[in-house]
């Protein structure tokens, strides 16, 4: 089984909201990833977990904060969002012993901003 | 100079032929080779995974890695209209750096 899944599918939120994305896999994968793509682009890395402990964050501001609950769970709570992180906001998943592992996507959320 | 180079495309093709998709990249230290494949809307699905040089067969797609001229290629055959999708290539270096980094993707059509 190679499946990450994502909850929820689609969120709308405003800019006064606070909202979770949860992310969960069941492959004993010991690194999680969260990205953001935007239309007609890659996908952007956002933070990592190795783990259970973030190894990298890419700069992102603050008003998103990644949680790693257990080896197999991943949060992405945000909070004063802005129109501009409209985008789908994928996780994935990989071996942790050895990075540059397959790395394994989830369906993503799809989240807009009012 | 980006790292991964991709042509976006977008490349049409007739149904049954031959797809052959490109990256091209400037670090020689990336060993570990990705090719996805992304419907509109959806999360990229792995297709093929290599590492180092050589070529990997499965199925209709096969995935190629020539590290000397900083290249790799993904063919498929027989193309079926529901090939249509973007197709990212990803790539990474050492183990341990968990940063992959992503050719910005080619769209594809088959037509039928």
């Known amino acids: 089984d190679t499946e990450v899944t994502q909850t929820p599918k689609h969120l709308v939120m405003g800019m006064t909201n606070k909202k979770s994305l949860k992310c969960e896999q069941h492959m004993g994968h010991r690194a999680m990833y969260w990205y953001k793509q935007k239309a007609k682009k890659p996908p952007e890395l956002m933070f990592v977990?190795?783990?259970?402990?973030?190894?990298i964050n890419e700069s992102v501001p603050s008003r998103f904060s990644p949680e790693c609950p257990n080896s197999s769970l991943l949060n992405l709570h945000l909070h004063a969002l802005q129109p501009e992180d409209s985008a789908l906001y994928l996780c994935?998943?990989?071996?942790?012993?050895?990075?540059?592992?397959?790395?394994?996507f989830g369906p993503g959320t799809r989240l807009t901003v009012l | 100079q980006k790292e991964v180079e991709q042509d976006p495309g977008p490349l049409s093709v007739p149904e049954g032929a031959i797809v052959s998709l490109n990256c091209t990249y400037s670090?020689?230290?990336?060993?570990?080779f990705m090719w996805y494949r992304q419907y509109s809307r959806k999360g990229p699905e792995l297709l093929m995974y290599t590492y180092s040089s050589g070529n990997k067969e499965d199925g209709r797609f096969t995935a190629q890695v020539d590290k000397s001229s900083k290249y790799i290629s993904l063919f498929i055959r027989d193309s079926q209209p529901s090939d249509s999708a973007t197709y990212l290539c990803a790539m990474s270096a050492l183990p341990g750096t968990y940063k992959y980094i992503f050719g910005t993707g080619t769209r594809l059509k088959v037509l039928a």
């Open positions: 994935a998943s990989s071996q942790g012993l050895a990075g540059g592992r397959e790395q394994f």
């Open positions: 670090n020689s230290a990336f060993q570990y």
């Open positions: 977990y190795s783990y259970e402990k973030l190894s």
